[in-house]
Structure formats: C-alpha cells, structure tokens
C-alpha cells in the first residue's frame, strides 16, 4: 500500500467496553489486566482495547479474526451503530464520536453505506426497488433513483434482473442486489460485514472476484469484515488482524505471511498456501548494474565484467527502462565502432509489476534465462528477479 495516498479515515486509540462503567474496566486495562481479568472483577466486557489504524482513499482494507475478536464491533463503531468508550474515529476531518444526532445522520448519509451477510432485502421488493431503497429513504425524486439504480444493477452484472424478486435469485444474486444498493447510495466508504459468509464456497469465491474487478474500476475506499483467512488474503490491500479485541498485526498480505508478528499469527496461518500469495517483490533482488542508453559498448561490457553478468538493463537518467544488453550484442557494437548501445538493445525480455504472483513468474523465464525486470507503473526498474530465486521462494512456502 502507498502510505502516500490520502488517508480516509482515522481510527485513533479506540476502546469499547460493554457495561455500565467503562471508566473502570479502561483502568484496569491500563494497569496491564486483560479481557477476562477485567470481565472477572467488573462484570464488563472490554470489546476493544486501543485499537489504531488508518484507511486510504480507495483502500480495501480487511479486518479480521476469529470469532469474539471484536471485528464486527469495529466495524459498527466506525459509523457510530455502536458508541466508542474511549479515542476517536475521524473521516475527512469530521469526528464521529463528538457529532450531534442529525450530523450524524448526514455522516452516515454522506460517507458509510453497509453491506451484511445476510443480505437484508425486502422479500416483497423487486430487485430494482431494493436496489432504489437508500434513495428512496433519502427522498431522491423517482427518475433519478430509477436512473441511478439501474446503472449499479449494472455495475453489479444484474441488467435484466430488475423485475425480479428476491425468493427468485440465487444465494450470491442477493448479495449482488445488496451491493447494488449500497452503490447507489454513492457513499464514499463502503462497510462489509461478513458479506460472503453465507454464500456456498464456490459462489463465494466468484464474489471475491467480483468485488476485486469493481475495486479495480471504481476504486471505492472498503473496510470488509471476515473470520477467513484465505479470504482476507484473496481481496485485502491490508488487513487488520484482531484477537481479544486487540490489534496482533497490521500488513499486506504478503507482510502477514512472510513477517508473523508473533506465535498466533503464525498459527494462524498453518496451512495456507503461501506461494499463491506471494508476489515478484518477495523474491526481487536489488540491480547490480545498470547502463545509460547514451553509454558507449565499452563502459557496458566493463559493468558486465565487473558484476561477472552477460547482460545488463538500460535506463535513462530517471530509471525508465529502455532495453536490454547482451555482452554478444556490445562486443559487436564494439566491431562496428559504435559511439553508443542504443541501436544493440533487445526488448526480448519480461517486465513485472512488484505485486505479481510468484508462482506466475517461473514460466516467464526464457531459453537465455534473463533476469526478470520489475517496474513500477511508470516503467522504472525497481529490481530483478532471477530463476533461483523464484525456485527458492516457492521451496520455502512448501515448507511452511
């Protein structure tokens, strides 16, 4: 994730303990007592505990945890469904916790729409009507709710369905409509709650797709809630993960992989197969020689020879990459009297963005065997990658 991108929302120090004096079980907990200690001694349950972290504009971010980790209470806390105990959650420098009934309303109206896991359609509303609901309820005049549902209908893949009623859909077609709805609302956060849990596992799995290709196109900042593992692996830019209502890690993915913060993180993530998430990044390797396009055959030959390699990448002054250098291809520009190697380069080569499967570079290699390029989306070089290290990395994900 770039940390440079504008930051959505806040979430700074939160606690939320359930009971009739939160004071005291926060005192507790601050004197080092953790959540049944204090259950113990109160009666109350403390259902977060100082919880941090930021969302980006256009992030999906996952949180995660096991079932009484205190996941589906953050989610309700971020638009005040639940009120916090302690700390604060900012979006776009509105405070939540500090906000009167009606901003509130106009917070939540602007900013959060949700999407639950068991779909919560209007079994007497057509598809079109559930899809118009927020709309409706907004007072939206009838032709531009008509309008404006229809293209997230569409959005969703469900032209054609618009008559149609729920009993009539299939588990994940329901799910599409709840989405639907929730993009016709055109806030700016969307909230997912568990939103595939119920759908069998390969409808599910067809959602998480789908959800991924809408990320992709509107780039709608998604905070999404789920206890799997895999899930949260398949769709999140990041994810949070919880247990006892308190924050173990926060990562990508490949982060929360390759860099367990303790032993339950890498309990908790036995079994998973680590070489379907792991990226060119995890196996990328600093360039330990470049050439200028404006060099003369000799100076590259000389970096060849120093760096005991038989090609080398060529860039321009800012590390846009503009071909590739054989030793064979110099020597011959050497023979011609060449005053330059630009008319010896070779694009016969592959280029990878960082965040590229690993298990999809082993085959991208050629019969030359040349050093993988990895670029930026501005086609700088970044890095390689060579074979042995692709071959390595997925012998060590086997292990894990």
Request: aromatic share 4%; with cysteine.
């Amino acid at each position: 994730m770039d940390e440079t991108r504008n930051v959505k929302i806040q979430v700074k120090g939160v606690s939320k303990v359930f009971g009739k004096n939160p004071k005291s079980a926060l005192e507790l907990r601050d004197q080092g007592l953790k959540r049944p200690e204090i259950l113990e001694k109160t009666g109350q349950t403390l259902g977060l505990s100082n919880i941090s972290f930021d969302v980006y504009e256009g992030e999906l971010l996952v949180i995660m945890g096991l079932s009484g980790s205190g996941k589906s209470t953050l989610i309700r806390c971020l638009n005040r469904l639940i009120d916090i105990s302690d700390g604060d959650i900012i979006i776009d420098d509105e405070h939540i916790p500090s906000l009167s009934v009606k901003e509130l309303l106009e917070c939540r109206r602007r900013h959060f729409s949700m999407v639950f896991q068991n779909f919560a359609l209007f079994p007497h509303k057509t598809v079109l009507q559930n899809a118009q609901f927020g709309l409706e309820i907004r007072g939206i005049a009838p032709a531009e709710r008509d309008k404006t549902a229809r293209e997230a209908l569409t959005q969703v893949g469900l032209d054609g369905w618009e008559d149609a009623y729920p009993n009539q859909l299939s588990g994940g077609m329901q799910q599409r409509v709840g989405l639907a709805r929730a993009l016709a609302n055109d806030a700016s956060v969307l909230l997912m709650d568990e939103a595939f849990s119920a759908l069998d596992p390969l409808i599910r799995k067809e959602m998480q797709e789908e959800l991924l290709q809408l990320q992709s196109r509107m780039q709608k900042t998604t905070v999404f809630i789920t206890h799997d593992l895999d899930e949260a692996l398949n769709i999140g830019d990041r994810i949070v993960l919880l247990k006892d209502g308190e924050v173990v890690q926060i990562g990508t993915p490949e982060q929360i992989l390759t860099q367990p913060a303790d032993d339950y993180v890498r309990r908790f993530i036995e079994g998973v197969d680590r070489s379907r998430i792991l990226t060119a990044e995890s196996a990328m390797r600093p360039v330990r020689t470049t050439a200028r396009n404006g060099d003369g055959p000799r100076t590259a030959l000389h970096r060849m020879r120093e760096n005991s390699v038989d090609s080398i990448y060529v860039t321009d002054r800012d590390r846009h990459l503009q071909g590739l250098l054989e030793a064979e291809e110099a020597s011959r520009a050497v023979d011609a009297g060449a005053d330059t190697i630009s008319d010896y380069l070779t694009q016969d080569f592959r280029t990878v963005t960082r965040d590229e499967p690993l298990q999809n570079l082993f085959a991208m290699f050629s019969e030359k065997s040349f050093p993988i390029a990895v670029v930026d989306d501005e086609k700088r070089l970044l890095g390689v990658v060579v074979k042995g290290a692709v071959l390595d990395e997925l012998a060590r994900a086997g292990d894990q």
